[in-house]
């Protein structure tokens, strides 16, 4: 589930974009999971036109995903076919993140090639046809020359850059799991891998999904788009649905279906990708040096190519020899020698497999993100609580176990008195967990226990976007009023036109 703060800065940015009843139907959507037309219509109070509308626009802005799934019918019924709708969280935040993406596009790609992908970013899902007829009325518009052969290939480029991909199925349907899917398990069978079982939210975008042989395809002569294959969604378990469910359905993804026209949208996994991966060289350039960072930057470059899942934990397995020759034709790395590549290797961490021609290395992403995460968590506990609650923090989060309240204050060099009254102080806001348990004495002493967990990191994110919304409400609140300002500043002027007229006249009057 989204976070209080972050169902509230989506809801924002919804409703500074596309206005206030698709804002409440997104919040509704963030809130309640993964329901369906009418349930939204009841829970939002809006008509189910309104409803319609807004999630024709969600969705086309790739806000929101539709899937069918079977509901068990009534008494005597057989089961049916409904259509439900999900919200899609962290595509709404990419908003926020939208000037950084046409960042990397204007330095990797040029101008050109900005000019198409600011369409994308501006509505949504689309088609190549409209992306030259866009560009054909603003060269008419400005006057200018205008190639429909030049703006494919620079889409074509955006599709090789993997910046922009087809859009997903319009309504995926998810059959019920079988008991094949879900095997008896044998007693004593330690070895076997527990693998986690899949939301309904993680297989509903998986179904939805674009092949990956059609995913960055450019022909338009995909039999696959048609409505054809999406027919079986809207139809009931060995009978038809009933009429007003087919027409209310049917209406949301008529103009996603109608035309055979294959639409494309922003390629968000590869651009959180590169950030990613900015974030961990920035973080070792910092941490480390300069050498380690123009390591990590060829290691992350050479395994990108090859990298298919968007949070990979680890890099390719890479020989010295590739990672030397991408070394160095990095800025900087020139200079540098195997020897000073291998002790950068190492002081990144990197995990050493031993082959019959040459050692190949592999980096741990995942642990790099891990250390920087923590950091930005103790510097928050830094600036909010000062140094002594820092030491404590930091001795607690590497030890990852119960402690004693008086080794932590002789560790950290800090009164018991202090160092208990900080502890409650973290305790309280829910940064480490306490436990009492009897040390054999006549008095129980206290143990402490704090670690980086999961729940400390959604506090933690929430926070931040508490801390975003906080600053976007800030700045529409000094924009409306700068403009009360120019307004009553306007106001006035208009009104001191008739007397600086009158005044002139009078001045000529008397001068005659």
């Excluded at 009841?42 to 079977?70: K, S």
């Excluded at 409209?130 to 052969?149: C, L, P, T, V, Y």
Aim: charged share 30%; net charge neutral; with cysteine.
């Amino acid at each position: 589930m989204v976070s209080p703060h972050g169902v509230q800065l989506a809801g924002h940015l919804i409703s500074c974009y596309y206005g206030d009843l698709c804002s409440k139907v997104c919040q509704c959507l963030l809130n309640r999971g993964p329901i369906t037309l009418a349930q939204i219509a009841r829970f939002t109070e809006l008509t189910r036109d309104n409803v319609q509308n807004c999630l024709r626009v969600l969705v086309h802005q790739n806000y929101v995903q539709a899937f069918a799934l079977q509901q068990e019918g009534g008494f005597g019924e057989a089961p049916r076919i409904v259509t439900h709708y999900m919200a899609l969280f962290e595509n709404i935040i990419h908003k926020l993140r939208a000037p950084k993406f046409m960042q990397i596009v204007s330095e990797e790609l040029g101008n050109d090639c900005l000019e198409i992908f600011q369409g994308f970013i501006e509505h949504g899902r689309i088609s190549v046809d409209q992306i030259i007829n866009r560009k054909e009325e603003i060269a008419r518009r400005n006057r200018g020359s205008f190639d429909a052969n030049v703006v494919r290939e620079n889409f074509r480029k955006l599709l090789n850059a993997r910046f922009i991909e087809r859009r997903p199925a319009p309504e995926p349907y998810l059959a019920p799991p079988s008991e094949e899917d879900h095997p008896a398990k044998k007693r004593g069978a330690k070895s076997a891998k527990i693998v986690p079982e899949q939301t309904l939210e993680q297989r509903a975008l998986a179904a939805a999904a674009p092949m990956e042989s059609l995913r960055f395809l450019m022909e338009m002569d995909d039999l696959t788009e048609e409505k054809g294959g999406d027919s079986d969604n809207t139809v009931a378990v060995g009978k038809k649905r009933k009429q007003d469910v087919l027409k209310s359905d049917d209406v949301l993804m008529e103009d996603a279906d109608k035309k055979k026209e294959v639409l494309f949208r922003v390629n968000f996994e590869e651009f959180m990708c590169r950030l990613r991966h900015k974030a961990c060289i920035s973080y070792v350039k910092t941490r480390f040096n300069d050498e380690a960072s123009i390591v990590l930057s060829a290691v992350l470059g050479l395994s990108s190519r090859s990298e298919r899942q968007p949070k990979a934990e680890k890099s390719a397995e890479l020989s010295i020899n590739a990672i030397y020759d991408e070394v160095i034709k990095k800025e900087g790395g020139l200079g540098l020698d195997v020897e000073r590549v291998i002790t950068s290797l190492e002081q990144l961490g990197c995990e050493t497999h031993l082959t019959d021609s040459d050692d190949s290395y592999c980096v741990d992403i995942k642990d790099i993100i891990e250390r920087a995460r923590n950091e930005e968590v103790e510097s928050m506990v830094l600036r909010r609580y000062g140094r002594e609650a820092y030491r404590i923090f930091k001795h607690l989060s590497k030890a990852g176990r119960f402690l004693e309240t008086d080794w932590i204050a002789d560790k950290t060099f800090v009164e018991k008195k202090d160092a208990i009254m900080i502890l409650y102080k973290l305790w309280k806001d829910d940064y480490v967990q306490m436990e009492k348990s009897s040390t054999g004495g006549v008095r129980p002493s206290v143990l402490l226990q704090c670690k980086i967990s999961r729940m400390l990191q959604e506090k933690f994110l929430d926070e931040l976007y508490h801390a975003a919304l906080n600053l976007r409400l800030r700045i529409a609140h000094e924009k409306d009023q700068a403009k009360e300002v120019y307004s009553y500043i306007i106001g006035h002027l208009v009104n001191l036109v008739p007397l600086l007229i009158e005044y002139w006249k009078l001045n000529c009057f008397q001068r005659d």
